[in-house]
């Protein structure tokens, strides 16, 4: 009965989210305090429903109901809870039921804590919302419903794809997911300041913590999803410019901008139609990556929904929210006022120059990603678009952009002075310098341009500090006053800092893992070692050990470094007899912020084994840099001034209540 | 600085960010795309040796066999033709004879493809689209999944 529930529940949301869609609307339109009122009750009910129907796809799943077609082909009776929980959202019409409930929660948060919204503003941002809603969910009552039933019940189920009963991917979809529908509310606010012709500061101050809270999730699901793949898949690769990864990528790149560009319009009421613009594009790649992802048009080792009927509806639904926002913008965005002038040297002008790098960026992986679509739609050839296209595009267009992040904040506003900032960033450069001649010294040769990349990360992080130092007087004054100074810094700036010297982290950790990895791959037999860098690997044998639905053929490494004892690695081939398939567990040893990381190849007839060792130096800092960069968010979400609502900046505020 | 230089400024900007953006796109284009081919596009193309590409197809029943080290030899046929690939390293878990797989890399002068990355299915209910594509296109398109999973009760309720 419960699927049958879960099923109305998405009927009646749906009904609700076309009268949230369209009553608000007409009232915004006529005026009317009554219709408009309509968007707030109509989003919580919306919500409840979707949470309703949600539950009770969580129910099917923790009852093991096999007369639910969803539940039989993706889970399995002895399957683990936490994987019965996580194969909800691992297959195509769970996710999609997580997509709708994530977008209804951004809407009644929006209903929640939007008291202090103008009305007609309200209406508007919630009758977009919905709208969006109300198509996803006709997508899924018409061609992905999770409550089908089978007229008779199989025993048992077919299991999750063991690939994906994993922890790690337990929780990367619904950050990502938080990520990608979070950028629905810049979008809809975008529409209603469309819709109403009008746009000021205070927009800005309400959609830039929402970008913010979206951009932090979706830096935390991408570095999951990347940590994931890493120590899943068996190859030591974090990231592989896969299509599924590139769709989260654009996203990230665009809501990055937007709130760079957000930044500027909330300080200084410029950039009003290109913030607009982004606010579009940022939402209008999350679609793409969604239609990308779940219509199964890629080749690609995410693709686990192919059905072309979803694919031409989701592309329907692309075209009516992409095209129709872009028209609207057209046709609008010319009203809208230009604001505050600045000189090209300020701070407004190097959030420009951000802007420019990272929306090249985003294009330039956009390309890639769709070109190989295109190509094979137009003319049949197939070709694949890898690293090397995205690597030859996308660090020169990063490059210059790192270079420009520590005068960002250093810049004054509307008129820079070019030559102090770069007196004040003397030492980061001099970091940078010194790190160039270490490194340079320490490889006597190699790549030329890793010493340099190097010294470029140290340039970002040192340049974050020099912020902080130049603000608290840090060396200049008694260090009782320059701790008092930053207790008073704004959250924004330390979030700001953190996120930026993040950024170094990440880079340090990239270049680090790609340049100076070893990879040694052997045959071995009980007793035989393996050795990579000062530590030695011997292979003790190998054990069976039995899981709750699959197997475990584990392989015992005794790891010595100069002969002392270290630890021991068991890496393992995993069966699971459900699906008759295995996977490879890898096994990890972490040593400071260096990995060695050991996987599993095929035993041989004669009873060798073979293995893949890497030693992955620096790795664990690109993933640790995006917790940097996500922490720094979080900071400067928790800036008053930004507080997700807060209509008016705290001057006014503390100005009416000084004793605050 | 008048109004008009800084809008020229900006503007200037943004063309060069854009030029240099378009530019390294145009010239990745050329330079680091590989092309996907089934056997018998390989065979009949005369594709000259050394050129990347992928290929794609099945991996021919009782072809493979292993040398020295992790050396391993193994045919990819579409049915019509088959195409000698050899490959150094660890195969993916799924990598199996009659299954679908792509692999990247080059012909040698001596017609063996040498490949550098070998990609498998990653479930039996997901083949490579390439690869199925170019089965179907070669009349062998067998759906080899369905026919597998045909002993359990599935009936989509739609």
Not at chain 1, 258 to 287: G, N, Q, Y
Not at chain 1, 531 to 544: E, H, K, V
Request: proline letters at 5%; aromatic letters at 10%; charged letters at 15%.
């Amino acid at each position: 009965m419960i699927a049958e529930f879960g099923h109305y529940a998405l009927v009646l949301a749906f009904a609700l989210a076309l009268v949230q869609a369209s009553v608000p609307l007409a009232g915004a339109r006529k005026n009317d305090p009554v219709l408009m009122a309509v968007a707030g009750p109509t989003a919580l009910a919306q919500f409840c429903f979707i949470a309703f129907a949600f539950a009770a796809l969580i129910i099917c799943y923790v009852r093991s109901d096999f007369s639910v077609l969803n539940v039989f082909e993706n889970s399995h009776s002895a399957k683990p809870l936490v994987y019965k929980l996580t194969g909800v959202w691992g297959n195509h019409e769970g996710s999609m039921l997580l997509w709708v409930f994530i977008l209804s929660i951004f809407g009644a948060l929006v209903a929640l804590f939007g008291a202090n919204l103008p009305a007609r503003l309200k209406a508007n941002v919630l009758a977009v919302q919905s709208s969006i809603a109300a198509a996803f969910l006709l997508f899924i009552l018409i061609t992905s419903n999770p409550f089908l039933r089978i007229p008779e019940a199989p025993f048992e189920g077919r299991d999750l794809n063991p690939v994906l009963q994993d922890p790690g991917l337990a929780i990367h979809p619904p950050l990502l997911y938080v990520g990608y529908v979070g950028l629905s509310i810049s979008f809809s606010f975008a529409i209603a300041a469309l819709i109403d012709g009008r746009i000021d500061a205070a927009w800005a101050r309400w959609v830039r913590p929402w970008t913010l809270l979206a951009w932090i999730f979706l830096t935390l699901g991408i570095a999951m999803g990347s940590y994931w793949a890493y120590y899943t898949l068996g190859w030591g690769g974090w990231w592989f410019w896969d299509p599924v990864e590139n769709a989260s990528l654009v996203p990230w790149l665009a809501a990055t901008a937007l709130l760079h560009s957000a930044l500027v319009m909330e300080k200084r009421d410029a950039l009003k139609v290109w913030t607009i613009l982004l606010a579009l594009l940022a939402f209008s790649f999350s679609l793409i990556g969604t239609f990308l992802v779940r219509s199964g048009v890629l080749t690609s080792v995410h693709a686990f929904a192919n059905d072309p009927t979803r694919g031409v509806f989701i592309l329907g639904i692309l075209a009516l929210f992409i095209g129709g926002s872009l028209a609207l913008f057209a046709l609008r965005a010319p009203m809208l006022k230009q604001g505050g002038l600045f000189a090209p040297v300020s701070r407004e002008g190097a959030l420009v120059l951000n802007n420019l790098f990272l929306v090249s960026a985003c294009a330039t992986v956009f390309i890639g990603t769709v070109y190989p679509l295109a190509l094979e739609a137009l003319t049949g050839d197939k070709i694949s678009v890898g690293a090397p296209f995205f690597n030859a595009t996308f660090a020169p267009l990063f490059i210059p952009l790192l270079v420009v992040v520590p005068f960002g904040p250093l810049l004054a506003w509307k008129r820079g002075d070019l030559l102090g900032v770069a007196q004040r960033l003397v030492g980061a450069a001099a970091v940078a310098v010194i790190a160039v001649a270490v490194v340079f010294a320490m490889e006597g040769g190699g790549p030329i341009l890793v010493p340099f990349a190097i010294g470029l990360a140290l340039y970002v992080m040192a340049g974050a500090l020099t912020e902080i130092v130049e603000r608290t007087g840090l060396l200049r004054v008694s260090l009782a006053t320059a701790f008092a100074r930053a207790k008073g810094l704004p959250r924004s700036a330390w979030g700001a800092a953190f996120a930026h010297f993040g950024l170094g982290i990440t880079l340090l950790g990239v270049i680090g893992e790609t340049q100076w990895s070893l990879e040694r791959i052997a045959e071995l037999r009980p007793g035989q070692s393996i050795s990579i860098r000062r530590y030695d690997l011997q292979f003790d044998g190998m054990a069976t050990r039995q899981g709750p639905n699959y197997r475990d053929l584990a392989a015992h490494f005794t790891v010595r470094r100069h002969g002392d004892f270290v630890g021991v690695m068991e890496p393992a081939k995993r069966n699971f007899p459900s699906r008759a398939t295995a996977t490879t567990q890898t096994a990890l040893m972490t040593r400071g912020v260096s990995q060695l990381y050991l996987s599993l190849g095929d035993a041989n007839p004669d009873g060798s084994l073979a293995v893949r060792l890497y030693y992955k130096p620096l790795v664990l800092l690109i993933w640790f840099g995006a917790l940097v960069m996500a922490i720094g968010g979080v900071l400067s979400l928790s800036d008053r001034r930004l507080r997700v609502g807060a209509p008016k900046p705290a001057r006014s505020k503390a100005a009416l209540s000084p004793a605050e | 600085m008048t109004r008009r230089q800084r809008r020229f400024s900006l503007i200037g900007a943004a063309l060069g960010v854009l030029a240099l953006a378009i530019g390294l796109v145009l010239s990745a284009l050329k330079e680091s795309i590989v092309f996907f081919n089934s056997p018998t596009e390989l065979v009949e193309k005369h594709i000259k040796p050394g050129t990347r590409m992928r290929i794609g197809g099945l991996v021919k029943e009782g072809s493979i066999s292993r040398g020295e080290g992790l050396a391993v030899h193994f045919e990819v046929t579409d049915g019509t033709r088959s195409v000698p690939v050899g490959y150094q390293g660890l195969l993916p878990d799924l990598f199996r004879e009659g299954q679908g797989v792509v692999v990247e890399g080059a012909l040698d002068s001596d017609g063996i493809f040498r490949a550098d990355n070998v990609l498998a299915k990653h479930d039996e209910r997901y083949m490579p689209k390439a690869v199925a594509d170019a089965l179907k296109k070669q009349g062998h398109w067998k759906d080899d999944y369905e026919r597998k999973l045909g002993a359990a009760p599935a009936r989509r309720a739609e």
